[in-house]
């Protein structure tokens, strides 16, 4: 096929994506991130972006992994790459490291290192790493932005072509670990660190509680053979 063709093809996909997915997306995005940061009493702005940005990427890093079980339940092609499930991926990956990137900066203003390890000032610990509540909830979430940044970078036909269905599918398969380490990420600063309102906590743990147990619903029929299975790269 020509470069030219190629090209007409991908600006064809890409258009309709604009209108259908990703402005919608950014729109909702926006809205929500808006109304949280406009409803908290936090006196500065950066714990008001890191709270407003919290609820929306786990929300949206839940629904990419509903889409796929839900399509097979309802009997629907559920193919290796969709768009729709793609672009809720691209924005729920934005969202999350500009909550990572302002996070970094809520708490011990101007020393984010003392996330990770333990200050001098602090009792002593034989190993420096933070390894109390707020220890592992900053451990887990800069682990699942770190592996974000990789899944946002490679989601794009380009690097679909360039792994491979199988290599692509298999690195795109990390999203159940990035979920995972957002889920136990949340639910310590929710419990552990900033002893959120159990409103905030009971969506946390309904979006993680929702995801796992559609998941293994369809795990099951599909071991069962009630449901197809996803296609093999």
């Known amino acids: 096929m020509r470069a030219g063709s190629l090209s007409s093809i991908r600006r064809n996909r890409l258009q309709p994506r ?50 796929g079980p839900w399509n097979l339940l309802r009997k629907k092609p559920n193919p290796v790459s969709s768009d729709l499930r793609r672009d809720i991926g691209i924005w729920a990956g934005i969202v999350a490291l500009v ?3 302002v996070g970094q900066c809520v708490h011990l203003r101007g020393r984010p290192w003392l996330y990770y390890i333990y200050g001098p000032t602090e009792h ?18 800069a682990v699942s932005a770190v592996v974000v940044a990789a899944l946002l970078a490679t989601s794009n036909d380009y690097s679909l072509r360039k792994l491979g269905t199988r290599g692509w599918k298999k690195l795109q398969r990390w999203n159940y670990a990035v979920f995972s380490l957002a889920a136990v990420h949340a639910l310590f600063y929710q419990v552990g660190v900033e002893n959120q309102k159990p409103g905030w ?19 099951g029929r ?6 197809g299975r996803e296609p093999r790269p």
Do not use: E, W
């Open 18 to 67: 604009l209108v259908r997915h990703h402005l919608p997306l950014l729109l909702l995005s926006a809205v929500s991130l808006a109304v949280l940061y406009a409803t908290r009493d936090y006196k500065d702005v950066l714990s008001r972006a890191s709270f407003a940005t919290a609820y929306p990427a786990i929300v949206l890093l839940a629904v990419t992994l509903l889409i």
């Open 99 to 101: 909550h990572t990137g």
């Open 124 to 141: 002593h610990h034989a190993l420096p790493l933070r390894h109390d509540a707020f220890g592992i909830a900053n451990f887990t979430g």
């Open 201 to 219: 906590l009971a969506i946390v743990i309904l979006c993680v509680a929702f995801t796992a147990a559609l998941q293994m619903l369809v795990f």
């Open 222 to 227: 599909c071991r069962a053979g009630t449901v």
